[in-house]
């Protein structure tokens, strides 16, 4: 750990202005964003006694090892360059707030000539009537399900509608009279519309009318004898009255508001929000935080500013309710304001129907907080304790917070790839994950196909690649491009991620292998920074352990690698599957953990991961090797291109018949790509037709 002292700003130097300042650890990784109105007391704040700061506060600035700042000219600036820095960096020791979903709204599309209620999340729609926000879609639904009996309103997608047109019979929801089934012409495009209006009457709080004009009816089909439709009238006042229940009117003034409460103890807050539109709660929303080492008005300043950051207009109400006013409520205000576009009060509630209402939602809040420490009571235990059991049981200086593991998959060594994952304080953190295309050694010949690689080769590959890169960007190799604020790579080519994005290749070791991140978690990353900006960037944070999966000989393989780096740091263990023994290098004898240890259940963990995000991007690319074409290969004939030329000539016998002109008639293609194309099928392209090995199913 570092002492704040050593990297303490001298007073003078530090600003009076309002501004925003980052810590950053010994990689250059940003810890924590804050801001202030006058940034020389705050910093000078963080330089005190150690002993007198908050726990949470003391770990950060030990952890840390240089303070930077920007200066800005308002409050509401800097709480905006906060708020921007926060969701580009993800400090670890800024509060986050995970559920980072777009609120649900019931839409109804008024702009289209069947009016569709529905789900929609995200940006608003013009021509479209919206009502909520919902805590959940799935009480959107269920509203919706009770309404539809009264309001039958289209609610199935286009493709559905257009089937059922084409078809002449309703979907099921138009059997059941829950539509009114416009697809098929039960009911007129005007008639329809007239449904969809009624139902954003009902659901814009003007009920009354609609339930006694249920109740009239009702009284007449009963005084005329109809008792079945009277009986259907009683139902559907029935599901009128149950949906009105759904959403109590709990603010007589029909208010728009989100209340807001807190319940905290030392280390964590759990935070509740009820939405209330029209005086009527539309949903409610929760989660459980770390807190820092501010006190409850910061705390809501943080969260109001991480709700409201990407919201639109319509998301912010006209009144925020909290239990404390934010730390700089005007600042707040003005940009609440700016971002809905008129006025918005943020304030405590005092008394009457507002304070009731806050109340029960910080009773909602205790709840949720004394849930989540039993819950978590356990969870926490448990990895403090394999964190420590591998420190203890490796010998190692300091318990491994940042753990890597290592796995090769392939067939008889063929299409062989390796994953990297990554755990973070005993937790997956995917946005960490790597995986790899290992290439191996060729036969000595510009051009040789590549050898067979056995598991160790590979993961000495695998292991040079990425070691060589954290070398690399240690010592600021890569560049910065300043137009798009993204990290450059020294070397290496670009390769293709997981989710066909492209990014960059992150080779830089032998034969051009490329690797690429995982699309399995949408959150920041918060891993390697550039020293300069504290942008990612891929391989810099080195990990605490590195974890290969198999016995002495993987072990040692990756042991030579680090030794021929010159890498110390970094502690190395193997586990072999048969039975779970941990292999330290060069040792002839393994360290056999207990069968309850927690610290071999996390290796376990680590281990299974690893294996199973190799396996899978190996099936992807055995896949894709197993699909062969006469076309393939040809430079400027893609698969889409592909298509059009089989569709257009029949099949690739016709097409080897065809000259450059024929080729040229085909939509898209010139002289060149014709020619490419001739060229090709004259030149050795292979006479089978094109097949599926798998299935055997003949392609062309």
């Not at 569709?647 to 016998?653: A, I, P």
Request: hydrophobic share 40%; aromatic share 6%.
């Amino acid at each position: 750990m570092a002492d704040p002292t050593t990297y303490r700003p001298k007073p003078g130097e530090i600003p009076t202005d309002p501004g925003v300042y980052r810590f950053r650890d010994a990689h250059g990784r940003v810890i924590y964003v804050g801001k202030a109105k006058s940034l020389r007391p705050r910093l000078s704040s963080y330089f005190q006694d150690i002993t007198a700061l908050h726990p949470r506060t003391a770990t950060m600035v030990t952890t840390a090892a240089s303070v930077e700042w920007t200066v800005v000219r308002t409050e509401v600036e800097a709480l905006q360059l906060e708020y921007s820095w926060i969701k580009e960096f993800d400090p670890r020791f800024n509060v986050k707030y995970r559920d980072d979903k777009s609120y649900p709204f019931l839409a109804v599309t008024m702009g289209e000539e069947f009016p569709r209620a529905q789900v929609l999340r995200g940006a608003k729609r013009k021509g479209t009537r919206y009502f909520g926000p919902y805590g959940h879609a799935w009480a959107i639904r269920e509203t919706l399900d009770l309404l539809l009996r009264v309001f039958p309103v289209r609610t199935c997608s286009a493709g559905v509608f257009k089937r059922a047109a084409a078809s002449g019979r309703p979907c099921l929801l138009g059997y059941i009279d829950k539509c009114s089934a416009p697809c098929v012409g039960r009911v007129t495009p005007d008639e329809h519309r007239a449904i969809a209006e009624d139902f954003c009457d009902f659901m814009a709080g003007n009920t009354a009318r609609f339930a006694k004009r249920l109740e009239t009816r009702m009284k007449e089909a009963a005084a005329e004898l109809d008792f079945e439709q009277a009986a259907r009238l009683r139902d559907d006042i029935g599901a009128l009255t149950k949906a009105l229940e759904k959403q109590t009117v709990v603010l007589g003034d029909a208010t728009d508001a989100d209340v807001f409460a807190l319940a905290d103890d030392d280390l964590e807050a759990a935070v509740q929000v009820f939405h209330v539109r029209g005086g009527r709660i539309r949903g409610q929303r929760g989660w459980v935080v770390e807190k820092e080492s501010e006190d409850v008005p910061t705390l809501v300043e943080h969260l109001l500013l991480q709700v409201y950051g990407d919201a639109d207009r319509e998301t912010v109400p006209r009144e925020v309710l909290v239990p404390t006013l934010p730390a700089d409520a005007e600042a707040v205000t003005e940009w609440l304001s700016s971002v809905r576009g008129s006025a918005v009060s943020v304030r405590v509630p005092q008394r009457g129907d507002k304070r009731t209402l806050m109340e029960t939602v910080r009773r909602n809040a205790d709840q949720s907080l004394a849930r989540h420490k039993v819950a978590r009571a356990g969870d926490l235990t448990l990895r403090s304790k394999a964190l420590q059991e591998l420190q203890d049981y490796l010998g190692l200086d300091d318990a491994p917070l940042r753990i890597e593991c290592y796995d090769v998959s392939h067939v008889q060594g063929t299409n062989v790839v390796a994953s990297m994952v990554v755990f973070e304080d005993g937790l997956a953190r995917k946005s960490e994950y790597r995986r790899f295309i290992v290439r191996g050694a060729t036969t000595g010949e510009e051009g040789d196909e590549p050898v067979t690689v056995d598991d160790t080769a590979a993961m000495r590959e695998v292991l040079t690649r990425r070691f060589r890169r954290y070398l690399e960007d240690a010592e600021g190799a890569g560049d910065l491009d300043l137009s798009t604020g993204v990290v450059g790579e020294s070397s290496g080519p670009r390769a293709e991620a997981p989710n066909g994005a492209s990014n960059s290749a992150s080779n830089g070791a032998t034969n051009g292998a490329s690797s690429g991140t995982t699309d399995d978690d949408d959150s920041p990353s918060s891993g390697p920074i550039d020293p300069e900006t504290g942008r990612p960037r891929r391989f810099a944070y080195p990990p605490s352990l590195v974890v290969v999966d198999g016995g002495l000989p993987q072990v040692n393989a990756a042991q030579a690698v680090l030794d021929e780096l010159g890498i110390e740091e970094v502690a190395l263990v193997g586990l072999a599957k048969r039975l779970e023994e941990v292999w330290l290098p060069r040792d002839d004898h393994p360290v056999i953990l207990p069968r309850t240890s927690e610290g071999l259940y996390l290796l376990q963990r680590l281990r299974d991961e690893a294996h199973r995000f190799a396996i899978t991007f190996h099936r992807q690319r055995r896949s894709k090797a197993m699909t062969t074409s006469q076309l393939d290969g040809i430079p400027g004939l893609g698969a889409s291109r592909q298509k059009v030329l089989l569709r257009h000539f029949g099949s690739v016998k016709r097409l080897r018949a065809a000259d450059v002109t024929d080729i040229m008639a085909v939509p898209g293609f010139g002289q060149s790509l014709a020619s490419a194309v001739v060229s090709h099928l004259a030149e050795g392209a292979p006479q089978q037709p094109a097949v599926n090995l798998t299935t055997g199913e003949v392609l062309e």
